[in-house]
């Protein structure tokens, strides 16, 4: 069970105010930096980056950027903590129901956060509208 979101650090930057009228919709990446375990649960460390251009060409210019980053805490017993770290170390991946839960609230929050961040630099705000939906991989199918 998810028992708190922590955002630790903001940043945001303009790259170009003649390119600024020209923003699109930012390239979003969610990113889970690191898993550690406690006795009773796990926390994961995230990074979201949002980065604008001012075209989606090759070498359409940089715009801006927003940078979150924090950690999100999850309590679990002891076998949940097992099952958990085995995954992250094996894998590098968490199990999929637990996954979907974080991505959803990382998207919720850091697109909440970042909408005040960007409405400041005059950027476009990360809404990401859509609920994620984490599909198992078909192992050993083509």
Known sequence: MITGFTVSNVEGKIESMEALSKQRFPKINVNLEEVKSSKDGVTVKYSFLADYFDGDSKDAKSV????????????????????????????????????????????????????????????IPPLGISTIKIQEPNEGKK
Request: charged share 20%; glycine share 10%.
């Open 64 to 123: 801006g950027q927003l940078k979150l980053a924090g950690s999100v805490d999850i309590k679990e017993s002891a076998d949940g903590v097992s099952a958990i770290m085995k995954s992250w170390n094996e894998k590098h991946i968490l199990p999929t129901s637990l996954a979907e839960e974080i991505m959803n609230g990382l998207n919720f929050r850091c697109s909440a956060t970042g909408t005040l961040v960007a409405y400041s630099l005059g950027l």
